[in-house]
Nanobody, 124 residues
Framework: EVQLVESGGGLVQAGGSLRLSCAASGFTSDDYAVGWFRQAPGKEREGVSCYSSSDGTTYYADSVKGRFTFSSDNAKNTVYLHMNSLKPEDTAVYYC?????????????????WGQGTQVTVSS
């Protein structure tokens, strides 16, 4: 079974940077997707970024494009979300999610595995 363990959240001032990590294990397919989502209090969950192994593409939400970067370290089985130029509106609990035996980046409800979430707070 796929397991995801997140780390790296915290408190940062506006304009600062954070790097979230998601250690993944248990993949049995070469076709998988890993996504980053966030949910702020009182708001719906929002897809932030997604990587699809089947075509090597990375997706970013318009709200983070140019500021956030998805990366991975295959040797460590870890994916990262590098967050720069953070804004107070980026404050949320961030989750990584994964699914396998799929091509492309799926809709949020199609992810089968979720991390525990990590809080990111950006102060103004």
């Amino acid at each position: 079974e796929v397991q995801l363990v997140e780390s790296g959240g915290g408190l940062v001032q506006a304009g600062g940077s954070l790097r979230l990590s998601c250690a993944a294990s248990g993949f049995t397919s070469d076709d998988y997707a890993v996504g980053w989502f966030r949910q702020a209090p009182g708001k719906e969950r929002e897809g932030v970024s997604c990587y699809s192994s089947s075509d090597g593409t990375t997706y970013y939400a318009d709200s983070v494009k140019g500021r956030f970067t998805f990366s991975s370290d295959n040797a460590k089985n870890t994916v990262y979300l590098h967050m720069n130029s953070l804004k107070p509106e980026d404050t949320a609990v961030y989750y990584c999610a994964a699914t396998q035996f799929r091509t492309g980046c799926p809709r949020s409800y199609e992810y089968d595995y979720w991390g525990q979430g990590t809080q990111v707070t950006v102060s103004s």
